[in-house]
DNA sequence: TCTTTAGTAATGGTCGAACCATTTAACTCC
DNA sequence: GGAGTTAAATGGTTCGACCATTACTAAAGA
């Protein structure tokens, strides 16, 4: 009942543009890639001012739904599918505190569980060979050291999207970079690395390949889950992560209704 | 490395009064509730035009941030925790067509199976007692038959979301909430109830909540991802969701990366 | 002929002042 | 004391002007 009506402020003007140019975008009728007249044609289109259609322009571009150029040639441009917004929105809902490092853990965890079950049955052969090329440069970063972990970071990173992109469903795709970078923010800050998580890490990563290369769901899925947990662990260990943040810990925040 | 900086059009005065403001939400230094200066008090903070610091508020307003009431008294009030915002970028990813019904679906079992499962280890006896207390609602309004399948989808909602409350992990609730209300809003239009689904679904919402109450976590994790399967089985078998929008079940979309 | 450079026009970004529409609160009148 | 009226504060809109950036073009120079 909450979700049938929207606001009905009709006076705002800009609001009736933008959903006209909305509907316009997602009924296909503006396409990604096309540019929309300067504000000054659409100002005359809309039969308004410059200033009322410019907020209405503002709106779009933070939806996600339009880039705007600067220049002559410049102006509105129709963006692909606004999956950004997904996650910026969540980014926001994070910052607000209502959702702790030990929330978004132990959520990531299932959803490193559920992708690694879910791309077991799903990956073909170029996947895994795609796979094992990335655990081979991850084995390399490692040979070399904790000098090298931001890269390791980054190929770890690319091994997980890898996965979530194999389950062929975008919902995984978008929910786990949005996770995971939160997430990732702590623990550049707060966990620095050692020659032995490393090598743990890249374990786990050379076994969950594995795993899905043998099609068994529920090790990887498994291994997956504890993969992330061992993360949790390590900043539990960890000085500065106990103390600088103790906030971050402190578990059970209700969320405001 | 791609979102480790952000895009420095430092040129666009009103992203940067954007930023401050969003700041002093994050960091709490104004609280939902807070209503901030009117906007001619406001562009002389800033020391700025109205029209740009107007564009600055249209921001902050789409992102879930402020919320705008007109005349004398009116302004812009800081609001509580921006979850609306997330369910609206997911809507409009799903109305680009980027996220199909069976993706959704798919994604939604894991989460109601995680949610259960979870549920399971957290439960209080209070919140048994709540769940019962729906379980005993939702079974009057199957009593009566399709007439009340309104109620009765309503109570569902609820149910699933107390679980996703036990778990004490505002992540769930919030990812939840996402899926469930953009999930809904298919199967009110493509899928109409029989006393038979009913029926069906009021036992699979009973024996939930009675092997959360067991705290059989395989189980009621099982049965919860069942639930979804069967609405989009009832989907598949039922000609409207067949015909009318067949691509929503194309399935395999790949997202643009 | 090719390259460089200066110029020019289109376009988004900003500014200021004015007016309109809505809402609250105070005030007047009965 | 209650109902209607008025006034002021505030967001919404409009207009006109100017600035900053950019792509294209033409002129100058090698």
New interface residues.
Partial sequence: ?I?MFRAAKQNRI?QDVVEQIEKAI?DGKLQAGDTLPSERDLKELFQTSR?TL??AL??LE????IEIK?GVGGGSVVK????Q??C???D??V??Q??SLV??A??RE??EG?VAA?ACGRATRRDIAALEKLVEKARSYVAKGVSQSRRFV?IDKQIHQALARIT????????HQM?H?NIQRYYERFLPWTEAMLQENFDDLYNIVAFVKKGDAEQASDLARRHVQRFSEHMMENEAGKTALPKIFD??????Q
């Fill in positions: 009942m979700r800009f997602v200033g410019r907020e503002r709106v933070q939806k996600g739904l600067l692909a599918a606004p999956m917004q997904v910026d929105s969540l926001l809902l910052r607000f209502q959702i929330h978004l132990e959520f299932g959803i559920i879910t980054e062929g469903n975008p919902m995984y795709i978008v929910i996770v970078d578990g059970q925040a209700q969320p405001s």
